[in-house]
């Protein structure tokens, strides 16, 4: 009998082992779409250093933000506007007000064959609206896209934006406004830089940079939801290191000195 019981003893101790040993599920981590390029890399960086993962989930920051609000499960949030955090961070939900981690910039891009030429000062926008040869552009959906705003202002300063409103493309975020930029038939569209540096997109459209005191920067921050775990906390931290800035400024963006 006290064989048994020893053996019985022996075996719950093996299955607790178990039970503790069993991995604990990814963390959810909600970013803005003009990070899609950027943020893979820097998680798989951090997998790669680290052995955890992380669930990357993107999409325009107003949306995103929304979610939050309502509950969703996310741990680390990285906004293309940083005024989403401060909202996050009056309501409650958040630790603290976060990090600014990237400056972001906008670029005029159009598919090859387009009759749109490219210019930073949008004078070929205007003089291919002059002749009729832009029936569709394609930019963010400014009413929740932080990219699709800052576009709306740049054709603002640039005198476009009502010459403009019966053509536009409104992607749900300004990853789906490059396809549309760029696949859906339009003369082209305003975009994140971030995202044409996609070799996918250079062999297929041009784009150059639009002057950035045309609109109000992007100033992108970061902040851990007070659902965050461990592993979240980690990527949070990972992100202001070195090797992650390196990456960020391989898609474009800048940092302001000492924003980390």
């Known amino acids: 009998m006290t064989h048994l019981l020893r053996r019985c003893a022996v075996l719950l101790g093996l299955l607790a082992l178990v039970a503790c040993g069993k991995s604990e599920p990814a963390p959810q981590i909600a970013a803005a779409a003009d990070l899609r390029l950027a943020l893979t890399d820097a998680a798989a960086a951090f997998e790669k250093e680290t052995g955890e993962k992380v669930v990357l989930n993107f999409g325009a920051s107003g949306n995103l933000t929304r979610q939050l609000q309502q509950g969703a499960p996310f741990e680390l949030f990285l ?3 940083e005024s989403y955090v401060t909202q996050l961070a009056k309501a409650g939900k958040t630790r ?3 990090r600014l981690y990237a400056i972001g910039r906008l670029a005029l891009i159009a598919p090859k064959g387009s009759p749109l030429r490219l210019d930073s000062q949008l004078a070929g926008l205007r003089e291919g609206l002059a002749r009729g040869d ?3 552009f394609a930019i ?3 009413e929740h896209a932080p990219y699709g705003r800052r576009a709306q202002e740049a054709l603002d300063h640039a005198g476009l934006w009502k010459p403009l ?3 536009l493309v409104l992607g749900e975020n300004v990853s789906q406004a490059l396809q549309f930029a760029t696949e859906g038939g339009a003369q082209g569209g305003i975009v994140a830089h971030s995202l044409v540096l996609d070799p996918a997109v250079k062999g297929r459209a041009a ?3 639009i002057p950035a005191n045309w609109h109000t ?4 921050r970061m902040v851990l939801m007070k659902t965050a775990g461990p592993v979240a906390e980690r990527f949070y931290a990972y992100l202001a290191q070195p090797a992650a800035k390196a990456i960020f400024a391989k898609y474009g963006f800048t940092l302001p ?3 980390l």
Not at 217 to 220: A, F, S, V
């Open 207 to 209: 784009y150059v940079l």
């Open 217 to 220: 920067p992007l100033r992108q």
């Open 257 to 259: 000195a000492g924003a």
């Open 165 to 167: 409103q019966d053509k």
């Open 140 to 142: 963010a959906n400014p």
């Open 134 to 136: 832009i029936s569709r």
């Open 96 to 98: 603290g007000e976060g």
């Open 79 to 81: 906004s293309a506007d």
